[in-house]
């Protein structure tokens, strides 16, 4: 098992490489030129081109990549643009609020998301199924920063229940973390309830009955087990793809997040930053893909099988 | 009828209704099986038999299947009136089941002493530790190593996934085993092995079997009893010798001619003319009367009753009306 | 069992589909939607209509003159509505199919060679899959410019790793099967085999995967364009629109509420459709 991980981290590796060279490769063609928006405003050409020497930036792209990755493994990303501070560093500082936000708007969407999508499972075509299938449908229908706007302008604007920008106490992770968490509870339903509908008609499930097992324990403890597999995909997946939907969250709510920054930056055509936060963002994505083929692993024996013999 | 008898199913009907219309999948069917005997059911595809042996549980799977009439006694109980938890007693307690397909019959995700440690833990109160030992004794029983308790499924080669669903199924000695087609998924050499192994763990546990299958020779080898299903109903039933060697019903000739035959080499097969019907729309009478050479025009009026010819067997056919009435009177 | 009636497969899973209701409403929506866009052209003049600034009718809420009301530049928000429907549309269909044929044929090719060409594929594939499709729009529009055409290709990257992993696997399940073993003893040539014999047995979830593509194209577009780097202003994308109604969330709600409604309007039309077609092209009973 210890092997299995290991190799798929060294997998990860060249993963993580491709990824971060085609970025930082399209980021330099299109970037404004480092030296010229480093040097002071009357810099003539040729003190212009003397500072591009002395950046290294007339060297090959990848001999410029290599130096950037290294600086990562460092921990430096340059220094960005506009606000003079290193890329890193802001990158690490906003990063928690990120995280904040995806892991509450996917931890709330699972708790509802996946009782719900059992039961409507179970009671399949009554209208309670249909009831939590139209919500379900709504959800995953809605623009999430249009969901944002509107919750704003009923909850804030209009009750004044809860804050609609920046970040302050708990009461201001409400509405933000519902803007995301929405869309994700319902897409978790969704595939909640048709992993239980393939499980409810399988076999095994038939067997369990015909030893005189309760239905609730059928249910639980025979179904819901192989279900999980598809149900853990998609939890994954929002979690790694929570950086996206929390980009529109957090431009809706000022919310001062990684997302945020890189649209920040791109307006502001500050190239280091958004190539730093950019990669680094892929980079955790693909240490939380990673982490959730893991613990699929856990979970499904034929898989674990598979690992263990590859190890 | 004997007398002693362990199962009594009386007119059971059941239905399947779907967008496209009702399928009738059982029509009235009626039929025993006696105590410490096997009774083999037999029949082609499509006509009923898995639904007769999930309707003996009560698992027909709702909203769409309904059990509408019927009378299905084990050992004078009506299962069809019992509650929930007295089903749930029942099942895997006194009356056990084989399914058709091992691959699929396991749960994936527990190991096969998991699971058949479940059937003790639910009807004999065992704690965990007890019920998986004496799983361990079920897998000794059935042929595969103690030590393979902890695996899974997918570690199994077919035959001996079947032998753990064996092994599920006979662990609180049922007094009633359905096995629905339980070789019919594996190959020839193994299902050899795996009816030996049933006819056996049978006999030393002096149980009685519904044997479902559509393999005549299978039904000779270990069936006490024989009953033959067309179109959701008993058409024959009575002891294995006399179904074989005095076959009655057109139906059952029919089955006997479309084998081939070591002694008849040379001589073209005989299929039955004509197909199932489809039970979403069954001939009116008897649901035979297309394909049966025999048939009359009455044959289309009225569904034939069951009628004594003999020993213990009877046959649903109205040209027994006429007493001297015999098969082989009339090859189209 | 034989049933009797015996209908080609595409008319038994349309007759299937009519019985749900909620993919007849979504068909019937997204009829609609497609006249609109294209009487909108016609209607419309771009110029006068959609883009004029009038700032003498600014900001007014839904009356008579203007149903929907009027921007903050005096614009009619129900013209740049139905305008904007093109938008949505174009894009959304646009990108699916350029990432269909892609994407087909890249994982049909993967699926069906397997080993070294599989390997280098998928692994491509991979790459592009882990970078999130806003990452991707963000790289691309970085690259070419903010245009709708340039949106377009940027959400292509997204539909085409989605249909080569659906085509790749429905292939290689295929691709062992007898029939294709029989096709090849007749003496067809590759790449025939593949399309008239292997493709036609994947399409079922190909058919489903499109038309949920579709709905999510559209909203990672006017997701985009919120942004404001999807389609440029002055277009009356809904993405576009919605994001100036934030300006006037306060003053002008309404403005942040009807552009979203009509893409979710959209996107609901589009997802009973699928859903619909997902149940219609299963073969095993449901009930």
């Not at chain 1, 802001?90 to 990120?98: D, I, K, Q, S, V």
């Not at chain 2, 099942?91 to 527990?110: H, K, S, Y």
């Not at chain 2, 998991?114 to 109160?125: M, N, S, T, Y």
């Not at chain 3, 959609?50 to 903050?72: E, K, R, V, Y």
Request: overall charge neutral; hydrophobic content about 45%.
């Amino acid at each position: 098992m210890l092997k299995y991980i290991l190799k798929r981290i060294m997998l990860m590796i060249p993963a993580i490489l491709a990824t971060s060279f085609i970025i930082y490769f399209a980021m330099d063609m299109t970037g404004s030129d480092p030296a010229t928006a480093l040097a002071p405003d009357n810099a003539t050409e040729e003190q212009i081109e003397q500072l591009r020497e002395e950046l290294g930036l007339n060297d090959p792209i990848f001999v410029r990549y290599g130096k950037y990755m290294m600086g990562m493994m460092k921990g430096d990303l340059g220094t960005s643009y506009v606000t003079k501070r290193d890329v890193f560093e802001t990158f690490m500082t906003r990063l928690p609020n990120t995280i904040q936000l995806a892991f509450t708007a996917v931890f709330v969407a699972t708790l509802i998301a996946v009782p719900l999508g059992i039961y409507t499972a179970i009671h399949q075509n009554t209208w309670k199924d249909t009831g939590g299938m139209v919500f379900a449908l709504f959800g995953v229908s809605m623009p999430n920063f249009w969901l944002g706007m509107i919750l704003i302008i009923i909850f804030s604007l209009n009750l004044k229940w809860f804050p609609s920008g920046a970040k302050g106490g708990p009461e201001s992770l409400v509405l933000p973390a519902v803007t995301v968490g929405l869309g994700f509870a319902a897409l978790i339903t969704r595939t909640t309830r048709s992993a239980m509908l393939d499980v409810i008609r399988q076999d095994y499930m038939t067997t369990a009955r015909a030893k005189g097992t309760g239905e609730r324990d059928v249910i639980f403890k025979h179904g819901l087990r192989n279900a999980l597999i598809p149900i853990i995909t998609v939890i994954g997946m929002q979690l790694s793809n929570a950086l996206t939907g929390s980009v529109l969250a957090e431009t809706v709510f000022s919310w001062p997040g990684v997302g945020r920054l890189i649209v920040d930056s791109i307006a502001k055509r500050d190239t280091p930053m958004v190539t730093g936060a950019i990669i680094m963002s892929c980079v955790l994505m693909c240490v939380v893909n990673l982490a959730v083929d893991l613990i699929y692993a856990f979970f499904d024996p034929r898989i674990k099988a598979q690992y263990s013999q590859k190890g | 009828m004997e007398n002693s008898s362990i199962l009594k199913v009386k007119d059971l009907v059941v239905h399947y209704e779907t967008d496209d219309g009702c399928v009738n999948a059982v029509n009235g069917l009626t039929f025993d099986v006696g105590v410490k005997k096997t009774l083999g059911l037999v029949g082609e595809t499509g006509a009923g038999k898995t639904t007769s042996a999930l309707s003996i549980l009560n698992l027909i799977p709702g909203p769409a299947g309904k059990i509408k009439q019927g009378e299905i006694l084990l050992d004078g109980h009506d299962i069809l009136k019992m509650n929930q938890s007295e089903l749930e007693k029942m099942r895997g307690n006194d009356v056990a089941m084989i399914f058709q397909d091992p691959m699929t019959a396991l749960n994936p995700v527990m190991t096969v002493g998991e699971q058949i440690a479940q059937v003790f833990e639910l009807h004999q109160k065992a704690s965990k530790r007890e019920a998986f030992a004496e799983a361990k004794k079920m897998l000794k029983m059935v042929g595969i190593a103690e030590s393979r308790a902890n695996d899974y499924p997918h570690q199994f080669s077919g035959g001996m996934r079947q032998r753990v669903v064996i092994a599920i199924a006979l662990a609180c000695n049922p007094k009633l085993l359905l096995a629905d087609e339980p070789t019919t998924a594996l190959d020839v050499t193994i299902q050899a092995q795996v009816l030996e192994l049933m006819s056996n763990l049978i006999h030393d546990r002096s149980m009685s079997m519904i044997l479902i299958t559509h393999d005549l020779g299978v039904v000779a080898e270990i069936c006490d009893d024989v009953a033959v299903m067309y179109a959701g109903r008993i058409v024959e039933i009575g002891s294995a010798g006399e179904v074989f060697n005095e076959t009655a019903h057109p139906y059952t000739e029919g089955l006997f001619n479309s084998l081939p035959n070591l002694k008849q080499q040379g001589e073209e097969l005989v299929p039955i003319k004509g197909m199932m019907p489809d039970p979403s729309n069954l001939p009116s009478g008897c649901a035979f009367h297309p394909r049966c050479p025999y048939a009359t025009e009455n044959c289309a009026k009225e569904q034939p009753g069951l009628r004594h010819v003999g020993g213990n067997h009877f046959v649903a056919c109205d040209a027994y009306n006429d007493a001297a009435f015999t098969l082989g009177g009339g090859v189209n | 069992m034989v049933n009797a009636k015996s209908r080609s497969m595409g008319q038994e899973t349309f007759r299937r589909l009519l019985k749900n209701k909620g993919a007849v409403c979504g068909m019937v929506f997204l009829v609609l939607l497609v006249l609109i866009s294209i009487a909108a052209g016609f209607v419309y003049n771009y110029d006068t209509d959609i883009i004029a600034i009038n700032m003498s009718q600014a900001l007014q809420p839904p009356n008579a003159n203007h149903w929907f009301g009027t921007d903050a530049l005096g614009r009619d928000i129900f013209a740049r509505m139905l305008y904007g429907a093109r938008y949505s549309l174009i894009i959304g269909v646009g990108s699916v199919a350029i990432g269909l044929v892609i994407g087909v044929t890249l994982g049909a090719i993967a699926g069906f060679y397997g080993g070294f060409v599989d390997q280098m594929i998928m692994r491509t594939v991979d790459v592009f899959y882990s970078i999130p499709n806003i990452m991707i729009a963000v790289v691309i529009v970085s690259l070419l410019g903010t245009s709708t055409m340039n949106l377009l290709i940027a959400l292509c990257f997204t539909c085409a790793t989605s249909f080569t992993r659906i085509a790749r696997a429905s292939v290689m399940t295929i691709r062992d099967q007898e029939f294709v073993e029989a096709a090849y003893e007749i003496g067809l040539p590759t790449w025939k085999i593949i399309l008239k014999h292997i493709l036609p047995n994947c399409l079922s979830p190909i058919i489903v995967q499109v038309t949920l593509l579709i709905g999510t194209t559209i909203i990672a577009a006017s997701s985009l364009s919120f942004l404001g780097i999807g389609v440029p202003l002055p277009a009356p994308e809904w993405g576009a629109m919605l994001s100036e109604g934030r300006q006037h969330i306060r003053d002008a709600a309404y403005m942040c509420i009807i552009p979203g409604l009509a893409i979710m309007f959209t996107v609901l039309a589009l997802n009973l459709l699928g859903d619909g077609l997902r149940d219609a092209l299963d073969p095993k009973m449901k009930r």
